[in-house]
């Protein structure tokens, strides 16, 4: 299913970039669509500054009207009311986290089989991030690549769960994960690690954009006008 709220979704931490609050904003003005915290690795912030860092990102999405995700820490994302959380395999069950934030609170899970994807909808979730699409190096310890095929298959399986395309992702090779049947892409260097991430961002989006017309007209039975 196409939510376009999980078009181009940038995950980042305090870590990812010198001055990460800047390049939030840089990145919200360019036109994210969502925004997930994943403050992990050495040195990350934690207790107080992990709280006052995610309380900073937080009101940068609400002027922007962007969804607000913590990534993995459940009790963060409920203490300052978050839009969501999103937990991977290694993390605390999916089903055990949706019945901590009840039925209210989005919840994002990482899968990478067509029964991780199954048992993440049983469990509640309202979308799924899939991947590693691409060989990445922001995830020291991502699972095989699976390229889009995956996505292709959950999309026909499961239709109404919306599918987010994560793993060494950027504007060259977004257009094939939205034309296999994802929602949308989402980035963590392509916008962190750019020069200019509002100019990095604007430029995802149109190709995202872009592909979204091609893959509407291909249902349709149509010829694209572009390649």
Do not use: W
């Not at 995610?54 to 459940?74: I, W």
């Amino acid at each position: 299913m196409k939510d376009y709220e999980y078009l181009l979704y940038f995950i980042m931490g305090s870590i990812n970039a010198e001055q990460p609050l800047d390049v939030l904003e840089k990145a919200l003005k360019g036109g994210i669509t969502c925004f997930q915290l994943r403050e992990k690795g050495p040195g990350a912030l934690r207790g107080a500054e992990k709280m006052e860092f995610a309380l900073r990102c937080q009101r940068l999405c609400k002027q922007y009207d962007v969804p607000f995700f913590v990534n993995d820490d459940v009790e963060l994302a409920m203490a300052i009311k978050a839009d969501g959380v999103h937990v991977g395999q290694e993390d605390e069950e999916a089903g055990s986290v949706r019945e901590k934030i009840g039925s209210h609170m989005k919840l994002g899970v990482s899968v990478h089989t067509v029964e991780e994807a199954l048992a993440a909808q049983a469990a509640g979730a309202t979308y799924v991030g899939m991947g590693p699409v691409y060989p990445t190096h922001t995830k020291l310890d991502a699972k095989p690549v699976a390229g889009t095929n995956m996505i292709g298959e959950v999309a026909r399986l499961i239709p109404e769960l919306p599918i987010v395309g994560i793993g060494g992702i950027c504007a060259m090779n977004a257009a094939p994960v939205i034309l296999a049947g994802a929602s949308g892409i989402s980035v963590i260097s392509a916008i962190a690690a750019a020069e200019e991430p509002t100019q990095a961002t604007s430029q995802l989006k149109e190709v995202l954009c872009k592909a979204l017309s091609k893959y509407a007209k291909l249902l349709k039975g149509e010829k694209p006008e572009f390649p």
